[in-house]
């Protein structure tokens, strides 16, 4: 039953890491980019290492996948974080068909 | 000192279950180890050591997680949707957005919480006036306070009574 049950998370993980990398190669700059690679890959990989943990049980390797688990949701936003801070400060445009930058506006007011 | 047991614990427990199962061997390491990482930085990471002590924070926590796992869910069909889909409909760009959170580690969930969810992704904060800057894969509406709404607002009521 745990096995079945794993290899579904295993598979579901798999879909959105796919959707993920798609988004990354689709998606027109660094910011919308970012966004795919953050979010699909971020619940992507958690699904499998929860589908190890699932398949191997409390064992060693079971409860290590579960720290992976808490320590990529708590590094991955950071990094995002920070690579998208520092394409803006760098000067990254935006996608023209982008809306509105508020963050380009306020910087420039301080400048 | 507070802070330095609190450090202590929650070292061990990170050391105990990287080194699962535990032995009598590993206990004893662990305790050493953590013991003098405690005692040498416990003050620099651990700074409102009092806040561990408070049972409802943990209850919190607890009613925050299954909302954050759903919302998180929502954000990769979304953005699954968006990237499969041949036309692209996205609507990018940045748009600014109020907290009243403080607290650095309050900030830090608050920041991390968006970028996990639908469509946001955080850039910066500017702690002492209390705006983030938010890039958003399809802006609904530009103005701040309504982008603070739909953005902010779910997270924050939750996260002030666990952080602050």
Redesign the interface.
């Known amino acids: 039953m745990n096995d079945i049950l794993g290899i579904i998370f295993i598979g579901v993980g798999l879909a959105f890491d796919f959707f993920g990398c798609l988004g990354l190669l689709r998606l027109p700059d660094v910011y919308n980019r970012l966004q795919a690679s953050t979010k699909c890959v971020t619940l992507g990989t958690c699904s499998i290492l929860f589908g190890v943990f699932l398949m191997l049980g409390p064992t060693a390797a079971g409860i290590k996948s579960l720290l992976c688990i808490i320590f990529l949701i708590l590094t991955t936003p950071v990094s995002a974080h920070a690579i998208a801070r520092g394409a803006h400060r760098s000067g990254v445009k935006l996608w023209e068909g982008s809306i509105v930058d508020r963050y380009k506006e306020d910087k420039e007011g301080e400048a | 000192m507070k802070s330095k047991i609190v450090l202590f614990i929650v070292g061990l427990l990170?050391w105990l279950?990287?080194s699962?199962?535990a032995d009598t061997q590993h206990l004893l390491v662990g305790i050493v180890i953590a013991g003098f990482v405690a005692f040498m930085t416990g003050d620099m990471f651990v700074q409102r050591p009092h806040l561990f002590t408070q049972i409802r924070r943990y209850l919190w926590l607890l009613y925050y997680l299954p909302i954050f796992l759903w919302e998180?869910?929502k954000?990769?069909l979304d953005?699954?949707y968006?990237?499969?889909h041949p036309a692209?409909p996205?609507?990018?760009?940045?748009?600014?957005v109020k907290t009243t959170l403080k607290s650095e580690t309050g900030l830090?969930f608050l920041?991390?919480s968006i970028?996990?969810t639908p469509?946001t992704?955080?850039?910066?904060i500017d702690q002492e006036r209390g705006f983030l800057?938010v890039?958003w894969?399809d802006?609904k509406d530009?103005d701040v306070e309504k982008a603070t709404e739909i953005v902010v607002e779910r997270f924050e009521r939750i996260l002030k009574r666990i952080f602050e």
């Open positions: 990170v279950l990287l699962w199962p998180c869910i954000a990769n953005v699954a968006r990237v499969i692209m996205i609507n990018p760009g940045i748009v600014k830090t920041a991390n970028t996990l469509g992704l955080t850039v910066d800057y890039h894969i802006v530009k």
